[in-house]
């Protein structure tokens, strides 16, 4: 999948020989450096996010593994360009230990390295592979802000600090209608049934705290943005961005009869939604399901950042 | 779905009110209009191209089912800027019969209408719905070719003839790992064990020519490409531009690990890839599987064409 990546987008990214990085072409010295990555299964993340406005470097791990230390390294050294990297973690346990240590590995080298965990997933806590909460699909809302503040000039310490203000406005819910199967170990990572819907599943086939009757689009939206509501407090006249995003099997018919319902619900309350995007953003192989995101506006130039042009095989 | 579609994407397209007629909002007088569409369950296509640099309107049927005349007569009246529409049409018998009675319709108002029929795919004559060639995921690289040409003030007659060319020079061929269920049928359209693949599907859950055991990536491009080499007769240092289009439920991993193997294949032939697209871009709702497109490049332009700036949903 990797020689894939960069053969058929040589215009955009390169493999850094003999690793699992996939690093920018058009290198901008000067510019901090941003490096994401994690298991793979989950595409287009993170390789199609790498790019001009977006990512400088991502690193690919086995399906739904951590990547280890030293690819993460090799990844930070793509990505530095003489004013430190920052890398966008998804909060699970084997990343944030690995990303950690090649941080450690980098700063040896003199590179100046910062994080920012992402903890957007809602459902469940202290999951199978987590402490606190999982990051799930809002991760690429984080790229695409503050890769255009990146782009932009901003500094590391504001990217952090711009990353870890966007991490906390971000609620994200999951559902699945069928589990996926990594190819390893080749049966599904749980079973439902025909008419059955489990909510709250995360995205390495984990179970989620509930398994219900299927039920309209409608009345999915309305469950799901009753729990979101609880963590955002809607009230009239907010501004929110929406990301509906599909699992990896979800018709994209589908995605958009609910991101009619979800536009409805909102409308409803009063929230102004300032930009929608619906698609398969991170994935979870061949899972039929989808995610919910909503990120709070609080401030007017997240909005500019994530309508800022980028360069990059997912992002559109 | 329609209704989604315009409320997640004010930006770019509007809804021509009581129709199923999705326009971008963006008109340029003295442009030829562009309008393609047919039945639902293939998106991002058609509405995801309706924008600045591809199509005017995109009409939407119902699910795998031709729009009718008077919703395609909407769509070429939100097209039409003065200087003649274009119909891009897909060739099954109910579109080509119902997109001709709407230029029909649209020529009593003495709007000028001409139209191009894609018949990209080689798998199979005559089949369900079609006399002649079906056409699939191609009919996306004449939106985007036929559509820059178009934001360039090319004439009627031009792109027609440019349209044309384009077609004769794309060739595809589809498999399937699992059918798709029309939700009013309820059933998938065709039975397909685990271990088995199906050569030569349409979009539309039609059967193909072929049932094999499962085989490796590697091993199916070879039997695609072998197909398509009976047809463009490949040639060392010919240029092409390749497009691997998944099918709906297949994970982007599979696309790239089968677009690798493509790469490998056109390599070991002299043929240059001038440019690479992966991913969903005419679907067939749920179907797992993918399609091969090859175009091959009798014309510099071309490129430059595909390479064109847009502003649409789908295309990057």
Redesign the interface.
């Known amino acids: 999948?990797v020689?894939?990546?960069a053969?058929?987008?040589p215009?955009l990214i390169e493999r850094i020989p003999d690793t699992r990085v996939l690093a920018r072409i058009d290198k901008r010295p000067g510019k901090v450096g941003l490096v994401s990555g994690g298991g793979?299964?989950h595409?287009?993340a993170h390789a199609?996010y790498v790019g001009q406005g977006m990512l400088s470097a991502a690193v690919c791990g086995d399906?739904f593994t951590s990547p280890t230390p030293d690819q993460i390294y090799e990844g930070i050294k793509a990505a530095d360009q003489g004013k430190g990297v920052l890398l966008i973690v998804k909060n699970y346990t084997g990343d944030v230990m690995n990303f950690d240590m090649a941080k450690e590995l980098a700063e040896g080298d003199d590179i100046e390295v910062d994080q920012v965990i992402v903890d957007d997933d809602i459902a469940v806590q202290d999951s199978t592979f987590t402490t606190g909460r999982r990051g799930v699909a809002g991760t690429v809302l984080v790229h695409k802000i503050v890769g255009a503040a990146a782009e932009a000039g901003a500094s590391l310490s504001e990217l952090k600090a711009l990353g870890e203000k966007v991490i906390s406005s971000i609620k994200t819910i999951g559902v699945a209608l069928s589990p996926c199967t990594v190819p390893e170990v080749g049966h599904p990572g749980f079973e439902l049934g025909a008419d059955e819907i489990e909510l709250g599943i995360g995205i390495h086939g984990e179970p989620g705290f509930s398994r219900e009757k299927i039920m309209s689009s409608h009345d999915l939206a309305k469950q799901l943005l009753d729990r979101i509501d609880k963590e955002h407090q809607f009230a009239s006249g907010d501004k929110v961005v929406v990301l509906?995003n599909g699992m990896?099997?979800?018709?994209?018919?589908e995605q958009?009869?609910?991101?009619?319902?979800v536009?409805e619900w909102l409308g409803e309350k009063g929230v102004n939604i300032q930009?929608?995007i619906?698609?398969?953003y991170m994935?979870s192989?061949?899972m039929?399901g989808l995610s919910l995101t909503v990120l709070k506006l609080k401030d007017e130039k997240w909005l500019e950042l994530l309508n800022f042009p980028v360069q990059?095989?997912?992002?559109?």
């Open positions: 999948m020689e894939g990546l053969k058929s987008h215009e793979s299964g595409e287009p199609g399906v509906v990896g099997a979800t018709p994209l018919m958009y009869i609910f991101s009619n319902d536009h930009k929608t619906v698609g398969d994935t192989l061949e039929a990059t095989i997912a992002w559109k």
